[in-house]
């Protein structure tokens, strides 16, 4: 079974600082997928990123960047130069089979809230 | 034009009340879902749709009923909730399955 790790519950930082939320996945398929998502106070779950697990290749958008290592099963995210605006629960996932049939599913870590103080 | 639509937003019932969670998407997707997120509870997949077919989870009370007419609508209907329902309901679609899932903003059910 699949399985997403969000060790960090909390993280509270200035504005400007840097700070990376971790994600460990545990996964048999070979083929999978790896997400990120925000969610902010107003709930709703933005789509942030997708990764095949066939490209290990580091991303950079903006502020956000992605640290993909298949060695350690680890897709973390790091924000640079932090603001008030990153406030949220971010959201790791990872793409897994549904209740034994050939259907797909997101398996969702628990999240890792960040606070960032003015 | 938001890309995923719910109605309502926000929902009281009381325990004996029969209402019904209304999702709509306008990407083209192909597969749609109904997610829980409780308080300091991981997110709940409750049910998938795949080409209108159903994924069935027993494992969800049938108080919960789903209905997705063709694909790009979705409904959950809603009948004898209990109080420990009460949660965020997120509905999702993406292109196809295992893909990345576009969320509704959810609907916010209190059940008294």
């Known amino acids: 079974a699949q399985k997403v790790t969000q060790a960090q519950t909390e993280i509270s930082v200035v504005e400007k600082e840097d700070v990376t939320l971790d994600c460990v996945y545990e996964?048999?398929?070979?083929?999978?997928?790896l997400f990120w998502y925000k969610q902010p106070p107003s709930g709703e779950l933005v789509f942030l990123i997708r990764?095949?697990?066939?490209?290990?290749q580091n991303e950079i958008s903006g502020r956000y960047s992605w640290n993909f290592q298949k060695s350690t099963s680890s897709f973390n995210f790091t924000i640079t130069a932090s603001q008030v605006v990153d406030s949220a629960v971010y959201f790791c996932?990872?793409?897994?089979?549904?209740?034994?049939?050939?259907?797909?599913?997101?398996?969702f870590g628990s999240g890792t809230r960040l606070l960032v103080s003015p | 034009e938001t890309g995923v639509t719910q109605t309502p937003r926000h929902l009281v019932m009381g325990m004996t009340n029969k209402k019904s969670l209304k999702c709509e998407q306008h990407?083209?997707?192909?597969?749609m879902y109904w997610y829980k997120q409780s308080a300091k509870k991981p997110l709940e997949l409750m049910f998938v749709?795949?080409?209108?077919?159903?994924?069935e989870n027993n494992s969800v009370p049938s108080r919960f009923s789903p209905e997705c007419p063709n694909s790009s609508h979705l409904f959950l209907h809603l009948h004898t909730l209990q109080p420990e329902d009460s949660a965020l309901y997120l509905c999702?679609?993406?292109?196809?399955?295992?893909?990345?899932?576009?969320f509704g903003p959810g609907t916010r059910l209190t059940v008294t």
């Open positions: 999702a679609s993406s292109p196809k399955q295992g893909y990345e899932q576009y």
């Open positions: 996964t048999r398929d070979t083929t999978y997928y």
């Open positions: 990764r095949n697990s066939f490209d290990e």
């Open positions: 996932a990872l793409s897994g089979s549904y209740l034994n049939t050939g259907f797909q599913k997101l398996v």
């Open positions: 990407l083209g997707h192909n597969a």
């Open positions: 749709y795949s080409l209108e077919e159903r994924v």
